[in-house]
């Protein structure tokens, strides 16, 4: 049976599976490697419709799992790689430009990051969107390599096995996994949204309240 009789021609879907029809498991490697590198693109797509491809014969499971482990934690070293060389110095300058961000914001991340940084990298896995640039700020920090690549490749497994092992005992209703992770998803960026929100409105309340107290500090001084 063809994938393309099944799944969805267009988008993600159409060229996730175009990529698994002509490489196999290589090209689902390729597609979450790509997925790392390009959040947008969502695995909660490309991972179940892997399962429904080797639910079809048209590659193995177990192939498919041990393919898009290995991409997801190639495309997670290449972040990395990246936030290695921009380092902490650049993070820092860039931090004191920016409205509303300050050095000591940059400074307690990285001291959360010192304390809890294998946690958030191997739990990082299972966020969407953070399980892509939780390897930057890895990178930034210097984890240790082999510890990054092994709490990536452990995570990686976890996440990437559950999804394709979804898709491939759904079969044909592959879909149904991505509508409930999608859901998760949805819930995930209204949290951080609100979170955003709150952080901004109420670094603009200090603003407000400090712009307030300088000219009341800064007349003249009464004389008796």
Do not use: C
């Amino acid at each position: 049976m063809i994938i393309a009789a099944e799944a969805p021609l267009g988008g993600v879907a159409g060229w996730a599976s175009d990529l698994m029809e002509k490489l196999g498991g290589p090209g689902a490697g390729l597609a979450i490697a790509l997925e790392n590198l390009f959040p947008p693109l969502p695995s909660e797509v490309i991972l179940p419709l892997a399962g429904f491809t080797a639910s079809q014969g048209r590659m193995d499971v177990f192939s498919a799992i041990a393919w898009t482990t290995a991409g997801s934690v190639v495309g997670a070293l290449v972040l990395y790689l990246l936030g290695a060389l921009f380092g902490r110095e650049r993070l820092i300058a860039v931090a004191a430009r920016l409205p509303l961000v300050k050095v000591a914001d940059v400074e307690r991340t990285e001291a959360w990051f010192l304390r809890h940084g294998t946690k958030a990298v191997f739990f990082g896995r299972f966020v969407p969107i953070f399980r892509s640039l939780i390897s930057i700020p890895a990178g930034v920090e210097r984890m240790r390599l082999p510890l990054f690549l092994a709490l990536t490749a452990a995570g990686s497994l976890i996440w990437n096995a559950a999804f394709i092992a979804g898709g491939y005992a759904l079969g044909a209703r592959w879909h149904e996994v991505t509508d409930v992770v999608g859901l998760y998803s949805k819930v995930i960026l209204a949290a951080v949204g609100v979170a955003v929100l709150a952080f901004v409105g109420i670094r603009l309340l200090r603003a407000g309240r400090g712009a307030r107290r300088r000219p009341a500090g800064s007349g003249s001084t009464r004389r008796p």
